[in-house]
């Protein structure tokens, strides 16, 4: 099991919030009150100086925080405007809203008195909705919302501070997107510089539109890791029925902060620590493996050779890349490190697969679709670890997914999975309405059962599942540079050469998708494929250092 902070969908976070309470040893109004102090004291953190501030409340637990917000700033001497709703919020949240109330006045949360001249202040906190949102936002709301975001766009250097409680609001925090609204960024989505969240990240955090949205994400200690823990061990026992494997999900996410208390331990990081240390025991039995990387014909493109590459750097002991008998010539370039075999058609492959040192095969990469469609049956059939990647795809959705197994680590973009699974491709296009809403988790982990392989589903957040629920959330939106021709390639080389290594495929898959982000990072804009691989070994000296 790779080693992480947890992800907790929300109703994992209700859950375990429900059963620190039914413990008798912390009250919901305690949370609460730790919950709002932690966002006050990142504010102060941040801007140290006390300013103008308005806290828009919503009508639940959210919006309870942020009158604990407006109680705290106000006694550090912020000058503090609260909007806020006339109903009748549960017990904590009415606690403090009283408390609040002998304060100062609650103004309506309306779009009109937000904007009211003369009234514009320093920071914003967005305490309107939280974990608690399971529908799009209407009417007063709404607009609200729809006139925040519309403060980014253009005109971003006049953009307001806002900060958000647990997320920016009507954000759905289980898939990353925003309720009534589209999959796809636009303008309208409330983005805020900087969100703090508490206990876990939430997957929406990570996924999707989330990771713009929520600008820095601080995630907030508020004691909770006790039930935590103690809900995970119950899972084990099988007697929690309403959280679903919370330790199942693991973040390895480079990008954003986190307060030293929290532990956030990267997953594919840790396995590329594990695996510089392991040149010094060379002759351990996993040894460093045999890669063979099948390519394809005359002017099929470097894409193979990619591969290889970066399976060699990555540690494979020996890779061969095997093109058909008439295209030796073309893949005759460097690497010279690179063996050669040629293979025409299946018979030659089951031959060369009787050899049990090959460790890892990759098929896929400027492979053809008929060529792979001819050799995958053989491959399939050899049980070897295999990454199935590109025309590979394409193959297997012709073939079917029945002769897959768990050595397999299929590596699609969403253009890819489309074909493999359209069904699942169709909801995730689908508007998201109610929450929690269909994601990119659900439909790689799906997808994972189905065809009973490791599936990364690529992107600047790329979802690992595994098919017994695995997962994995790999965010690399600061490397946007990624996105370049035959840089998928790469990643398909380097997770061959890692299972070539011994590393099981869920590791395998994670630590790929660790390495191909750090290389693209160490490197910087300009990157092009060729040069991710020449990356790996700077990488591991850094992992050393
Ligand atoms: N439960 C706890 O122990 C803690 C909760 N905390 C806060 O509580 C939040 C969750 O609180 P809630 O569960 O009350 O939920 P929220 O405050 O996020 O939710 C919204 C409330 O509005 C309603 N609602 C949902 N969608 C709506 C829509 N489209 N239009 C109008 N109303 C809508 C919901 O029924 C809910 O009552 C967290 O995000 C966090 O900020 C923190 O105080 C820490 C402790
Ligand atoms: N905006 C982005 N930010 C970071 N990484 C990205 C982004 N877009 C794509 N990627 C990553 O870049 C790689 C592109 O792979 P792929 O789509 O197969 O490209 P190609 O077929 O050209 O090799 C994947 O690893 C993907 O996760
Ligand atoms: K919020």
Redesign the pocket.
Known sequence: MLTGTEILTTAQM?AI?SA??ASGEVT?LQ??E???TAVAGQIRLRWPKPGRVTVLC????????GYVIARLLHHAGWQVRVLGMDNS??A??AEVKRQWAKIGPILPLTEAELRRRGESSDVYVD?I??????????ED?ASILLHMGGWGGDWAYYRPRIVS???PSGLCLDSGFF?GQSRVAGDLELRAVMTVA?DSPKPGHLLGLGPDCCGRLVIAD?GLAHWRVTQRREIADGKALEVQRPAALTADWPIFDIPDNRRFALAGKKQAEWLTKRHATSDHKFGHGHALVLAGGIARGGAARLAARAALRVGAGLVTLAPPRSAMIDHGGPPDALMRRGIDDAATLDDLLTDGRITALCIGPGCGIDRATALLPSLLKSKRPAVLDADALSALAEIGLTDLHQGCVLTPHLGEFARLFPDLTERLGEKPRT?PAYSKLDAAREAAARSGAVVLLKGPDTVIAAPDGRAIIHSAFDVPWLATAGSGDVLAGLITGLLARGLPPLDAAATGAWLHAAAARRFGPGLIADDLPEQIPAVFRDLRA
């Open positions: 209700r919030e620190a309470m919901g949370l609460m730790r919950a709002g919503g009508p639940g637990n959210n919006g309870g925080d919020p549960g904590d949240a305490a909705f939280g974990t608690g949102l399971t529908r799009a936002p209407q709301i409680v647990d997320c309720l508490f508020i929450g």
